[in-house]
Nanobody, 123 residues
Framework: QVQLVESGPGRVKPSQTLSLTCSVS??????????WAWIRQPPGQDPEWMGG???????DYRPPLRSRTSISRDTSKNQFFLHLTSVTPEDTAVYYC???????????????WGQGTLVIVSS
């Protein structure tokens, strides 16, 4: 059974970089046709797909976030990562990692999610 666990700092200062890790167990990042995504849900809003990384290492990003977002992985640790630069208070959200079979750009298309981690952007 595949499980995902997010980790990272709960608070980031404006203009800094938000960095999160998703640790995967029970499955492999390189398994075809798996797709591993980052999704966030700001307070009072719907979940938003941010981007993801395919089984072969290719990445996709939500266009408005593309210039600030980087998703990478370490297959030896079975972890993938989110880096979001130049954060503002509007980036405050619960951040989730999730898995699907193939690229999905809509958050509710993902059937397997981590428990989520709240990140607050505040000075």
């Amino acid at each position: 059974q595949v499980q995902l666990v997010e980790s990272g700092p709960g608070r980031v200062k404006p203009s800094q970089t938000l960095s999160l890790t998703c640790s995967v167990s029970g499955g492999y990042l390189t398994a075809y046709p798996s797709y591993w995504a980052w999704i966030r849900q700001p307070p009072g809003q719907d979940p938003e797909w941010m981007g993801g990384i395919r089984y072969d290492g290719d990445t996709d990003y939500r266009p408005p976030l593309r210039s600030r977002t980087s998703i990478s992985r370490d297959t030896s640790k079975n972890q993938f990562f989110l880096h979001l630069t130049s954060v503002t208070p509007e980036d405050t959200a619960v951040y989730y990692c999730a898995r699907a079979e193939g690229l999905r750009t809509v958050a509710n298309a993902y059937g397997l999610w981590g428990q989520g981690t709240l990140v607050i952007v505040s000075s």
